[in-house]
């Protein structure tokens, strides 16, 4: 179901009982995930998809100080899913792209749900410290949902912790760029899908290659990223945590190989941002004529991104 749509479309991408899976961008850590290469063929494996016709509902989990710059940078990206009826002025787009994902169907034949909006957001000031392991990302969940309830329980949502540049998060920059799980969550007896995406800075040729130059590989030079490498790296992976998530939230969606470290919808695609790619290149990409700053879709009120095709 991965396809390489080289002339149309480009993409983007306490009480808790912890799921024994986890889903990200695993790479070997000689590679920036930009840069792995794989076969583009994701099966189906029966499962449930996120398809509900009403939307994904993404919670946002601000970890940690952001600058306002960046934090305008993700929330614009989220604005640009779904523009409030106003039609985005250029493509290719953000929405556009997920348009892309909702090709992906489950077994009755729902697609992924069309609509993706940013509901709420709620900030943590390193409640659980600065060195975090992962199991704490849906600790940190359960928190704002049932300790706190600053957050609902929403089975079709997304809720996606982001963390500043000075956490670390285990596997974070050695073999992961983000990863995306699921949890029960009692006593409200739900099962709910989470993501993490660490800030891109702290490992910017790992994580946010092409706008960054990778520590390990051939030498070359990086493009210049539109909204600042930290954040633009954000935006490639979270987008790929995203469709990674609403096509195989359960382990049992679409996804290429290993159970236990899987290729999805987007990450079956790695590096491909523009016509032409190839392993250490991401092919041919727009470039602003004044910042001189390299972007495949525009979002809302064109703002400019670059993220992976699918």
């Known amino acids: 179901m991965a396809k390489m749509l080289v002339r149309s479309l480009f993409i983007i991408v306490s009480t808790l ?69 106003l039609v985005p002025r250029q493509e290719p787009s953000v929405s556009t792209w997920w348009r892309t994902v909702t090709s992906y169907k489950d077994k009755a034949h729902a697609p992924v749900s069309r609509i993706v909006r940013l509901v709420k957001q709620v900030g943590d000031p390193y409640s659980l410290g600065k060195n975090l392991k992962r199991a704490q990302i849906g600790s940190l969940v359960n928190k704002n949902i049932v300790i706190s309830n600053k957050l609902p329980v ?75 490498v930290g954040a633009d790296g954000m935006v490639i992976n979270m987008a790929t945590i995203l469709a990674g998530a609403a096509t195989n939230p359960f382990r049992t969606g679409y996804f290429q190989g290993d159970i236990l470290a899987p290729l999805e919808a987007v990450s079956a695609c790695p590096g491909i941002f523009g016509a032409g790619a190839y392993p250490e290149y991401p092919g041919n990409l727009m470039v602003d004529k004044f910042s001189k700053a390299s972007y495949n879709v525009y979002g809302f009120s064109s703002q400019r991104f670059g993220t992976w095709w699918a």
Not at 52 to 81: C, E, H, M, Q, V
């Open 17 to 85: 009982a912890l799921a024994t899976w986890s889903y990200g961008l695993n790479q070997s850590r000689n590679q920036p995930s930009s840069v792995a290469t794989s076969s583009t063929t994701v099966a189906y494996h029966g499962g449930p998809l996120l398809t509900r016709p009403s939307g994904i509902n993404i919670y946002l989990i601000w970890y940690g100080a952001f600058s306002l710059k960046d934090r305008t940078t993700i929330t614009d990206f989220f604005a640009s899913f779904s523009p409030k009826g």
């Open 154 to 228: 929403d089975s079709n949502a997304i809720y996606l912790v982001l963390t500043a540049k000075d956490v670390n998060v285990e596997k974070f920059c050695m073999d992961s760029c983000g990863f995306h799980d699921s949890v029960l969550v009692t006593p409200k007896g739900s099962v709910i899908v989470y993501a993490h995406v660490g800030d891109a800075v702290q490992c910017p040729g790992f994580c946010a290659w092409p706008y960054a130059v990778p520590a390990y590989g051939p030498p070359g030079q990086a493009l210049v990223a539109p909204n600042g």
